[in-house]
């Protein structure tokens, strides 16, 4: 079955980085796009950015644009998310999942269990 579980989450003050990982498994990873969502306390899902199956294509938030990157490890079955000068309003559950499609209709399918990413000084 598809399992994904992130890891990286951690406390960093404002303007720091930090890098997030998801471990893939259960599918044929370099297949799928696969994407990050995010969610601030007491806010709904806000979705972060989209990468292809063979990590040619990326896409991005407005909000995280030229300030993170996505990118993909497909012999590892690794996603990546690559966080630069990370703000306050940057915090929140970090979760990755895999997009299905149906018909012409996409959806996330599979999430993983999130990594918490604080940034505060």
């Known amino acids: 079955q598809v399992q994904l579980v992130e890891s990286g989450g951690d406390l960093v003050q404002p303007g720091g980085s930090l890098r997030l990982s998801c471990a893939a498994s259960?599918?044929?990873?370099?297949?799928?796009?696969m994407g990050w969502v995010r969610q601030a306390p007491g806010k709904g899902l806000e979705w972060v950015s989209d990468?292809?199956?063979?990590?040619?294509?990326?896409d991005y938030a407005d909000s995280v644009l030229g300030r993170f990157t996505t990118s993909r490890d497909n012999d590892k079955n690794t996603l990546s998310l690559q966080m630069n000068s990370l703000k306050p309003e940057d915090t929140a559950v970090y979760y990755c999942?895999?997009?299905?499609?149906?018909?012409?209709?996409?959806?996330?399918?599979?999430w993983g269990q999130g990594t918490q990413v604080t940034v505060s000084s």
């Open positions: 999942a895999k997009w299905d499609q149906f018909g012409s209709s996409w959806y996330l399918s599979s």
């Open positions: 259960g599918f044929t990873f370099s297949s799928y796009w």
């Open positions: 990468i292809k199956g063979d990590g040619d294509i990326t």
